[in-house]
């Protein structure tokens, strides 16, 4: 006989840090960081999953968070929203995937490339000038910046 499957509120919870602030999700995560969790057949979203368990049933569109932290599971830091106002709050956080004004200027640019000849590695220079990491080894590759 088989073992009885583990009730979603219990294996949920389980793969939860609830830390001050964030509630970050120690499952697998998607390759955008979401956290996701197997139920039925198929993987949900673990934001998505702390909604239904709080509110007893999924979101009906788009669930947004306010911290920014895709791995993020605690539900005041959760709420239900528009594809627009997914666009906006994208937009607002700077991660758009419109082009606007450039936020380094060519100097810098020129410099990050120097200094990663000379041996500066690429989370180094992110941290040296507040941007993430791949946008650090874009624009060295000239994927950006050409």
């Not at 993987?43 to 709080?54: E, I, P, Q, S």
């Not at 788009?62 to 605690?74: F, I, S």
């Not at 590695?121 to 941290?127: D, F, N, S, V």
Request: glycine residues 8%; contains cysteine; hydrophobic residues 35%.
């Amino acid at each position: 006989m088989a073992p009885a499957k583990r009730p979603v509120s219990e294996r949920f919870w389980e793969k939860v840090d609830k830390t001050p602030g964030c509630w970050l999700w120690l499952g697998g995560r998607s390759p955008k960081g979401y956290g996701v969790l197997w139920i039925g057949n198929t993987f949900k979203r673990a934001h998505r999953v702390a909604w239904l368990l709080d509110h007893g049933r999924w979101p009906e569109s788009m669930l947004l968070h306010h911290c920014d932290e895709p791995a993020c599971v605690r539900i005041d830091h959760l709420y239900e929203g528009t594809a627009a106002d997914n666009a906006r709050d994208r937009e607002s956080r700077g991660r758009s995937k419109h082009r606007g004004p450039a936020k380094l200027t060519r100097w810098q640019v020129d410099e990050l490339r120097r200094l990663r000849e000379a041996g500066v590695r690429p989370g180094a220079l992110a941290k040296m000038i507040g941007t993430s990491k791949q946008n650090v080894s874009n624009i060295i590759a000239r994927r950006t910046w050409k």
